[in-house]
């Protein structure tokens, strides 16, 4: 057990017997009342967000979490197979772990999962892949002033939208976290 003094952004505790990820914490004093630690906090199974007033000599149950990195091999149902290269290991964790990144996700990529214990709370694709466009419209020479966009899908399924000048055969490079096209690859 650590005091609320103790917490930072980042840190991983257990609160009301779930697991949940400090994302902003700060400390008050307001005016002539005692001070106190105001959390906003990330549930990790479900992803909800929550509020919580600590005081300052209260105390809180840090959670040790490790931080791998995996290789993604394949899909299995709903959930992704991931390869720990060290062990060998293979570990099935959910697809909705990672979230809108997953439609990004080809074999052998490299992903970041946290565990507590043998236990995965969570898991982080990419934040940029580079993809092969396998259809789009064709572009016509000359669309290259502006910035209107068409489909496009992509060699894992997924499609997105691309400048007129991209065509069927390139390779581009998606960000995972927004879903949008950032440039060409030669």
């Known amino acids: 057990m650590a005091k609320a003094s103790d917490l930072s952004n ?15 914490f700060i400390h008050r004093t307001p005016g002539n009342l005692r001070a106190f630690y105001q959390a906003k906090m990330k549930n990790l199974i479900n992803g909800r ?19 791998r990195e995996l290789q993604y091999l394949y899909k299995d149902g709903n959930s992704l ?3 720990d290269a ?3 290991e293979q570990i ?23 565990f507590e214990g043998d236990k995965v709370i969570s898991a982080t694709g990419p934040n940029h892949v580079e993809l092969m466009i396998t259809y789009t419209e064709p572009g016509v020479k000359g669309d290259t002033a502006t910035n209107t966009l068409k489909p496009a899908k992509l060699e894992t ?6 400048p007129l000048f991209c065509d069927e055969g390139q390779k581009i490079k998606i960000d995972t976290r927004t879903g949008q096209y950032v440039e060409r690859v030669k």
């Open 10 to 24: 980042g840190a991983i505790i257990r609160f009301n017997g779930e697991l949940y990820q400090i994302v902003e």
């Open 49 to 67: 967000s929550a509020e919580y007033r600590f005081g300052t000599d209260e105390s809180v149950e840090l959670v040790r979490v490790e931080v």
């Open 81 to 83: 197979v991931c390869m």
């Open 86 to 88: 060290e062990t060998f």
């Open 92 to 114: 099935y964790i959910p697809e909705e772990m990672f979230g809108d990144t997953a439609k990004f996700m080809k074999e052998e990529m490299k992903v970041l999962a946290s």
């Open 157 to 162: 399924g997924a499609e997105v939208m691309v």
